[in-house]
Every structure is written in C-alpha cells, then in structure tokens.
C-alpha cells in the first residue's frame, strides 16, 4: 500500500508523518503522535469526543483524512494550555464543576473555543448550540454552559482593562 508523507502543523509544532491515503487524523494523533486528549468513540462524527481545532474551527477528527490537513492549523487539547497553564475556558470547567467523567471534556472546551473566539458575548441558547454536536452522559450541560458564560464573562473583562 501506498504511503504518504505528510507534514502536520499540531499545537503549534511541525510533525513529519508517514501515513497511509485513508487514515483519519485521529488515528494520526492518537497513535502516531501520542496525543490521546483527543478521545476516541463513535467513528461516525455523532459525539463530538473527538474534536480539534482545524484553522480556528471546531471539527470531528473522526471522519477527517490525515491528508486534508495538510498545510493546516490544528490544534488537539494538549495545545491549548500556556506553558502549562489552563486558558480562562479550561479553568472555568474546573471551577464551575463542568467535568464529571472528563471522557466528552477535551473535544467541549475545544467546540466552546471556537465558538467563544466567533462569539466573545455569548448567548445561553448559542452556547447550547455551538455544543450541540458535542455529547455528554454526566453533567446536564448545565454546568458546561455556565462554564462558557463564565470564561466569556473573564475574558471580557480583561479585554476592558488592557
């Protein structure tokens, strides 16, 4: 079988990959590259657990080809932190009690990013939405949506004291 050498732009570093045409890029970063944060489930872009940021955008990497991502920005749960230190969503999830299991938290707070970085004033209903692809057995969302409002809520402020 064919091989392709591809070169992934991940959290901001560049890995050179050799991978077969039909390999998702889940598979890549899981097993390739070691970067589980990004969860495995359905195979079939109906849970969310499995999503990145692709150029900005919140997308399942289960049905994604390694290939299609070339020349791209992805960025995986690993690389959202800085220098080790939670970005205001992630910490908001901690501290609004969003994370129960933690299986469906990785590919949340990166959906909520995106949709934070798209909409820096948040409505209840369109966090509701920008989650909706996102699935989650213990919380009732309801923690998970006051986290967003609350992260929003922090980044807002210090946008007006910069």
Same mark, same amino acid.
């Given at each position: ?13 560049? =890995?050179? +990959?050799?991978?077969?045409? =039909? ?17 495995? #489930? ?42 080790? +230190?939670? +970005? ?7 501290? =609004?009690?969003? +994370? ?33 692809? #996102? ?28």
């Amino acid at each position: 079988m064919s091989r392709l050498a591809l070169s992934l732009r991940i959290n901001g570093v560049t =890995h050179d +990959v050799l991978t077969e045409p =039909h390999r998702t890029l889940l598979d890549v970063l899981r097993d390739d590259l070691g970067l589980t944060g990004t969860k495995e #489930n359905c195979l079939e872009a109906e849970c969310g657990v499995c999503t990145i940021l692709l150029d900005g955008r919140a997308v399942n990497s289960c049905i994604l080809l390694a290939a299609q991502c070339q020349g791209r920005e992805i960025v995986t749960i690993e690389g959202l932190a800085r220098a080790g +230190v939670f +970005v205001p969503l992630q910490q908001a999830f901690v501290d =609004h009690g969003a +994370v129960q299991c933690g299986y469906c938290i990785p590919g949340m707070i990166l959906a909520a990013q995106a949709y934070l970085d798209e909409c820096p004033e948040p409505t209840d209903d369109g966090i509701r939405e920008a989650l909706a692809g #996102n699935l989650c057995r213990c919380t009732g969302y309801q923690k998970i949506t006051d986290a967003v409002t609350a992260a929003a809520r922090g980044l807002a402020r210090a946008r007006t004291t910069q």
